[in-house]
């Protein structure tokens, strides 16, 4: 069963000098209790789908296109208040340097009451109370922590009191986006493993988005490769990472040291993503691409997603690239 | 023995806080705390920790950014062909010692000056230092810049940071570094707020300056994956002692420091099908450490050329 299913959504940018199109025909499902990760790097879409997910998109962002399907309903046009809904109790998200956005004059236990509150009227403060230390015991806090003001943790525990917030309204599926970057490794290494522990103890979907495909291959039990706006591979975690198609992904992975294994020379990739203001139908990989044939650039062949085999899909154009 | 570059002994790095405003009482924070390593020629040393373990205060200390608290920066004088402590230089001459030594730091959004171009940043270092007078200034630049892979420098020239990327900013940074022809570079994290795809060719671009121009490298980074790529030596940095140094690969097979043990197994490996576990600090070996300290300011040899801290860090991890 899909918790949800993205179909061919497009959303776009106003800006001075055009409109940006930050995410184009981005297809993808997430079953229930699965993990799915997104990576790329900066600037290929990959918070613009997010923010989409929950339409917290900027002001200047529109979904022009595509349907998002939670729980068996299309969530894309529904007015705020019907959103309000969906929000935070049926898809929660815990944003990029979130631990930075507890407000600094408000206890944590006042600040995720009040998010209950406004879901679950009917509780009392002692009952949402209780509720808050059962999920500070999953995320490792102690009950204390209820009444300390956001400069009094660490960034490891500000970050595990947000997944708490995240989890106090019950959702179905949480959006994690970047929820590690600012860390250090040792406190990723604990917040990953608390991660993995509440989708086990609650039964969570996951979406997991991070630039780092370590960790993508660490929490994710499948996956999708982003750039300039588009998947460009999708499928089984370790089909991808053994198998990949797409000359991006290889690249990622093979630009990403390790310490296991034998040390390797890794490849860089030069270049830059390129603009997303009025983009043809051409690959957009193309200018970074390997071996970039002459009908790539020319040729309109569109960003499209191929099938591989029932769980791996490229796009078409790359396959065999490089 | 190698030919010693750089000798560290013993360095030392405090600072004082007071408790308020009105307060008297003042504490001391112990952000290095004699610590002491060599670099050889053309060597590259990686320091690792977690943030405020004291990486960034020894690199700032020994690019002579801050004045140290007390130990020993011993530097081999070309001149003389020996070693010579930079506690007896003055004046001139230590702004002469200076060019030695470069840094880049590791945010190239902050570290250019945003109104000046490229060719003014780079320039900057020579004008300082006099060298050359204007025409050999500028010819110096032009080659810099295509030695750090800004071709063809005459279009960079003229342009100023926010026109650059991330990646292309770095690239400055390297290149104002190496104009002044350094033997020795403190690295702080230089790569850690580029994309993945631009890291690997900066790392590569130094890595490869480094055998061409005969550079060493004092490498700081939190990300031990990085540090093997770039590193012939690494050491493990925590609460402003150094718990564990060894050759990188030895390191990385037999870490012995528990707290090593703990930050290399928390670093998440690029392969779905490795199961990862992550250590979980022994005590008892951490004990047994430190009842083979005799001296505190000694580090065991438990191979050749590994060496452990044995301090008591026990009430830290």
Redesign the interface.
């Known amino acids: 069963m899909n918790i949800l299913e993205v179909k061919d959504l497009d959303m776009s940018y106003k800006t001075i000098d055009g409109e940006v199109e930050a995410v184009k025909k981005v297809t993808f499902s997430v079953k229930e209790g699965e993990s799915f990760g997104i990576v790329g790097?900066?600037g290929c879409g990959k918070t613009s789908v997010a923010m989409s997910l929950l339409q917290l998109q900027a002001d200047n962002g529109k979904i022009t296109n595509g349907e998002i399907i939670f729980d068996g309903k299309n969530i894309v046009g529904l007015s705020e208040s019907e959103l309000r809904e969906v929000r935070w109790s049926g898809i929660s998200i815990v944003f990029q340097g979130a631990m930075n956005s507890w407000n600094p004059v408000v206890k944590i236990g006042e600040q995720i009451r009040e998010a209950m509150r406004e879901h679950y009227p009917d509780k009392t403060k002692e009952e949402n109370t209780k509720k808050i230390i059962e999920l500070f015991d999953i995320v490792g806090l102690d009950s204390s922590i209820i009444d300390r003001f956001p400069h009094e943790l660490s960034g490891g525990m500000k970050q595990r009191a947000v997944i708490a917030l995240a989890l106090s309204c019950d959702p179905k599926l949480i959006i994690a986006d970047e929820p590690t970057t600012a860390l250090?490794?040792?406190?990723?290494?604990q917040i990953?493993?608390e991660i993995r522990k509440v989708q086990d103890v609650l039964g969570l979907s996951l979406i997991y988005i991070s630039?780092?495909?370590?960790?993508i291959?660490?929490m994710t039990d499948n996956m999708a490769v982003m750039y300039a706006g588009s998947i460009v591979e999708m499928g089984k975690?370790?089909k991808v990472?053994?198998n990949p198609k797409h000359a991006y992904t290889r690249?990622?992975?093979e630009?990403?040291?390790?310490?296991?294994?034998p040390?390797k020379k890794?490849?860089?990739?030069?270049g830059?993503p390129p603009s997303l203001i009025n983009t043809d139908s051409y690959c957009l990989f193309s200018y970074r691409c390997p071996s970039p044939d002459d009908n790539c650039r020319n040729r309109n062949i569109a960003m499209e997603l191929t099938k591989i085999d029932s769980e791996h899909y490229a796009d078409k154009c790359c396959i065999n690239c490089g | 023995m190698e030919n010693i570059l750089i000798q560290v002994k013993n360095l030392e790095k405090y600072f004082e806080i007071s408790g308020g405003l009105f307060s008297r009482n003042k504490s001391i924070v112990k952000a290095v705390d004699g610590i002491s390593f060599d670099i050889p020629f053309g060597s590259s040393l990686g320091l690792v920790g977690q943030s405020g373990c004291g990486k960034t205060t020894t690199a700032r200390a020994l690019s002579l950014l801050d004045p140290k608290t007390s130990g020993d920066i011993n530097f081999y004088n070309s001149e003389t062909q020996m070693m010579q402590s930079i506690d007896e230089l003055e004046g001139e001459e230590l702004k002469k010692f200076r060019r030695n030594i470069q840094m880049i730091f590791q945010d190239p959004y902050e570290s250019l000056n945003p109104r000046w171009n490229i060719k003014d940043i780079i320039l900057e270092p020579l004008n300082i230092h006099n060298i050359g007078d204007l025409k050999e200034r500028e010819e110096a630049v032009y080659e810099i810049l295509k030695t750090v892979g800004l071709t063809p420098p005459e279009n960079y020239m003229p342009r100023y940071p926010h026109e650059l990327s991330g990646g292309q900013r770095q690239r400055v940074s390297i290149a104002r570094t190496l104009i002044m022809k350094p033997k020795f570079v403190v690295c702080d994290e230089p790569t850690s707020m580029l994309d993945v795809s631009i890291r690997i060719s900066i790392m590569d671009l130094m890595l490869n300056l480094a055998k061409d121009l005969e550079v060493s490298y004092l490498y700081i980074t939190h990300d031990l994956a990085v540090a093997r790529y770039m590193c012939d030596r690494i050491a493990v940095m925590f609460n402003g002692k150094i718990v564990e140094i060894a050759e990188t690969e030895e390191l990385l097979n037999n870490p012995t420091h528990p707290y090593t043990k703990r930050l290399i197994s928390s670093i998440p490996i690029p392969d779905p099908s490795y199961k990862r576990e992550t250590y979980e600090i022994n005590f008892q070996e951490l004990d047994s450490l430190v009842a083979e300290n005799t001296n505190s300011d000694e580090m065991i040899e438990v191979n050749p050329d590994h060496f452990v801290g044995t301090h008591d860090v026990k009430g830290l991890l």
């Open positions: 790097e900066s250090d490794v040792v406190i990723q290494d990953l493993k630039h780092d495909i370590a960790v291959a660490e975690t370790e990472f053994s690249m990622l992975l630009s990403t040291p390790s310490i296991v294994g040390k890794l490849r860089s990739l030069d830059e």
